[in-house]
């Protein structure tokens, strides 16, 4: 039945009064973009498992709604996804496709293009040239194989077809390089700065292909028109680049950290640019895509004002608007049109051509500038990637009516194949060589004097600098000992294409949380701090970046400890507490996932591993000021994990302005004390640092009161204590009450514990040990135990032995 489009109106009066929300257009709206994301988001979590990028799962879920599946049900098609509603749809996916291409333009950095050297170039030069002359021959077949495809001009037609054969969707290749941990390796370097390469150049090419394309099969425009088409083009880029620019430069140092806030006319001034920008592009004759990117490549790449732009439309534009632009290609598609054995052979032409000359290509120039064979085939199905870009590239070839329903479906499923194999084939293609050596120290027992110290510490953000810096340097002597300092900042990875911008930088300046305050008290703060800090004697610092999903980022820190022969890892409690206004307890709570981080870390970690519970470490107002000094105390029970704790302590001593005070335990009852070990550790310890360090035994019968009050004194900025994962007779008593943070043991989770006034900082150990492969339980240990406690009062002694 037909609808008078005139005769739509908005909204309803409500089922009450009969009217039915379908049949008005903000109600359906509301109805086809609740189910559209409700499909995409259950099929983008199927595809998880399988690395799978979003727009893969958005696709198909448009494919699932529209005319190949469930559109065949008129009655469905009809009252979901009429005909009617469609320009409406489409119309709001355009806007949050004009914004998500203006954040495209922002990621691109033509500086960093300009500087990635001959072998990116030659590497993209080929993956377009190659595909693109091979999409031409493609499209002679098809001009010549499908039905209407011929009353196309021969220009925009085959121009269309070089292009979808041709491109590299630069965002989605980097969240599959992101996903994969290759972003920061030789070949995921190559390939972003090939993929950036590329798409310039096909936007390049799709603005020439909208140029030359006309309104319908049986225009053909005057050449002329496509020359002023192109000239406007080209003056409107130079205009932006050489007025506009400037402007926003200016903008964006208006709204520079000094700044209290960011006035909000600037940033409504930008996006009302990114629509008028559109709008003119539009109107040269040019997709209004076009203009959206232009503008995001006139924004200053650093500072605080991109950042700003990028949380305030971010998530709006790439969480809701943009899967509606995809899932509308979906809608569009009818995999029914490819019937018979001649369309499914094209099909199969189309997909072959396009792997094989992006693959090839790729490949040939790769293995010419000296890449190896392995790395070159990974970097051919990397650049193979399609997806975002080549649905926008499809989606105006059919809006410009020059790819008819047949060609559109054969190159949407095209798109989907090549996207699809590339993350499973990569895996199964490259793996980088893990690196691994016999000389590691794994524990600071094993050190010696002219062994060097290799520290990797773990930080969340600005925070945790002060805190992480005052321990690395309270472990560092003056005169004999070596220190490598190995920083890594771990940043989640999201959805969000921020997370891609932060790995550029990352790989650009080493410290990527600092670029985004490019000046201020913040910047100047923490780059002296590093830079002083890696010029003292004999201290090194390695700043790195994990960018990673937090189930997987141990991976990364526990692999970058592995290849850099790492000693101790220091990770961050993932709940930093300090005194506010009234003596206040305030705690800052990075979240339960980052938890789970250091959970897995402790389980799978190379090395030794120390947990920091912050309290102001190495702020002002923490540290005794009118000496400098630091004031240290190790809490020891027995058990390996104390023992690691003691050879920490005895590094700390060495520092003229660390005080070291050590407390031993020893319960009132006469209970047998926890070994040789032990004995031997301390009475050593007491002989080397005799005179520098205090030493105390206390007798205890109550040990939560008196560990308590040591952390509630205020006497010490630090204590040190073992995780206890085989915990001394005396500890397992403890265990009584209900542990907050099993994974810090029961003596560092009574001190980390909130609420209980405890001032100091708290810093719990766990030694390495190979034979403890699989992480034991405290609880575990103590059921097994009671029964022992019954019998002759000695608790878990066989399990305290084999932590050595």
């Given at each position: 039945m037909a609808v008078n489009i005139t005769s739509i109106k908005t909204s309803s009066n409500g089922a009450w009064q009969g009217d039915n929300p379908l049949d008005f257009a903000f109600p359906l709206l509301i109805l086809q973009t609740t189910l559209i994301l409700a499909l995409t988001r259950f099929l983008a979590f199927l595809l998880k498992p399988l690395r799978q990028p979003k727009v893969i799962a958005e696709i198909v879920g448009g494919i699932l709604l529209g005319p190949s599946a469930l559109g065949r049900n008129h009655a469905y098609i009809y009252r979901i996804f009429p005909s009617w509603s469609m320009p409406i749809l489409e119309s709001v996916a355009s806007l949050g496709l004009l914004f998500f291409l203006f954040l495209v333009g922002l990621e691109l950095d033509l500086t960093s293009i300009r500087r990635s050297g001959r072998r990116a170039f030659g590497i993209a030069f080929s993956g377009i040239s190659i595909p693109f002359i091979s999409g031409i021959g493609v499209a002679f077949v098809i001009r010549k194989t499908v039905d209407g495809a011929d009353k196309v001009g021969y220009g925009q037609f085959l121009v269309f077809m070089g292009v979808a054969l041709s491109i590299t969707a630069f965002p989605v290749l980097a969240r599959i390089l992101a996903e994969l941990k290759l972003l920061t390796t030789p070949v995921g370097e190559t390939a972003m700065a090939a993929a950036a390469f590329n798409d310039v150049a096909a936007w390049i090419l799709l603005a020439l292909a909208v140029a030359l394309a006309g309104d319908g099969p049986g225009?053909?425009?005057?050449?002329?028109?496509?020359?002023?088409?192109?000239?406007?083009?080209?003056?409107?880029?130079?205009?932006?680049?050489s007025v506009i620019r400037p402007a926003m430069k200016w903008v964006a140092r208006r709204c520079s950290p000094e700044r209290a806030a960011v006035d909000e006319a600037y940033i409504c001034l930008t996006l009302a640019g990114v629509m008028v920008s559109g709008f003119i592009t539009d109107l040269i004759g040019i997709h209004s895509i076009f203009g959206a990117f232009i503008f995001g490549l006139t924004i200053p790449k650093e500072g605080e004002f991109a950042a700003r732009l990028i949380e305030r439309i971010e998530d709006f534009v790439t969480g809701l608007l943009l899967p509606l632009y995809f899932a509308s290609s979906g809608l569009k598609t009818d995999v029914a049109k490819i019937s018979g054995g001649r369309a499914w052979g094209l099909l199969v032409l189309v997909i072959s051509t396009a792997c094989a000359g992006k693959i090839i290509g790729t490949f040939a120039v790769a293995l010419m500038f000296g890449m190896a064979a392995r790395e070159s085939l990974a970097l051919g199905f990397l650049m193979n990637t399609k997806g975002l870009v080549e649905l926008i590239v499809l989606n105006i070839g059919k809006e410009k009516k020059v790819l008819n329903d047949e060609v559109f479906a054969i190159l949407v499923l095209m798109a989907l194949f090549t996207t699809f194999i590339t993350t499973p084939t990569v895996m199964a293609i490259y793996k980088p060589a893990r690196r691994s050596s016999a000389l590691t120290h794994r524990k600071l027992r094993d050190l010696t004097n002219t062994n060097e110290l290799r520290v990797l510490a773990c930080l969340h953000g600005l925070s945790n600098v002060p805190s992480i810096i005052t321990l690395i340097e309270s472990t560092r002597s003056n005169k004999k000992s070596k220190l490598k300092l190995f920083i890594m900042h771990?940043?989640?990875?999201?959805?969000?294409?921020?997370?891609?911008?932060?790995?550029?930088?990352?790989?650009?300046?080493?410290?990527?949380f600092i670029n985004r305050f490019r000046r201020g008290e913040w910047h100047d703060r923490v780059v002296g701090a590093f830079q002083a800090y890696s010029q003292l004697g004999r201290v090194s610092v390695r700043p790195t970046t994990a960018v990673s999903s937090l189930s997987t980022m141990h991976e990364d820190i526990c692999y970058l400890a592995e290849t850099n022969r790492v000693t101790m890892i220091v990770l961050p409690f993932h709940k930093q507490q300090w005194r506010g206004e009234g003596d206040r307890e305030m705690i800052e709570n990075v979240g339960h996932r980052w938890r789970l981080v250091n959970q897995r870390v402790l389980k799978n970690a190379p090395c030794s591993v120390a947990v920091l519970v912050d309290r102001g470490f190495g702020t002002p107002g923490h540290t005794d000021t009118a000496t400098s000094t630091q004031s240290v105390c190790i809490l020891f029970f027995g058990g390996a994990d104390d023992r690691e704790a003691l050879e920490l302590g005895g590094r700390m001593a060495k520092h003229p302005s660390v005080k070291v005070v050590v407390v031993r335990f020893v319960e009132d009852q006469g209970c047998e004390r926890n070994g040789e070990l032990d004995d031997a550790a301390m009475a050593e310890f007491r002989i080397k640092w005799d005179g520098r360090v205090e030493y105390t035994e206390k007798t205890t019968s109550n040990i939560v009161e008196d560990v308590l009050v040591l952390g509630q004194c205020g006497d010490y900025d630090l204590i040190i204590v073992g995780k206890g994962r085989f915990p001394s007779p005396m500890v397992v008593k403890v265990a009584d009450r209900q542990a907050e943070h099993p994974e810090l043991g029961l003596i560092g989770d009574l001190l980390a514990s909130p609420g209980r006034g405890i001032l100091s900082s708290v810093l719990v150990i766990q030694q390495h040990d190979p034979a403890l492969i699989e992480e034991t339980s405290v609880t575990k240990v103590v059921e097994n135990d009671d029964d022992k406690l019954k019998g002759d009062g000695n608790v878990g002694k066989g399990e305290i032995s084999k932590a050595v």
């Open positions: 225009e053909h425009k005057s050449p002329l028109i496509s020359i002023w088409v192109l000239l406007s083009g080209v003056a409107f880029v130079v205009f932006m680049m771990l940043l989640e990875l999201t959805e969000r294409s921020s997370s891609i911008i932060m790995v550029r930088q990352a790989r650009k300046n080493g410290l990527p």
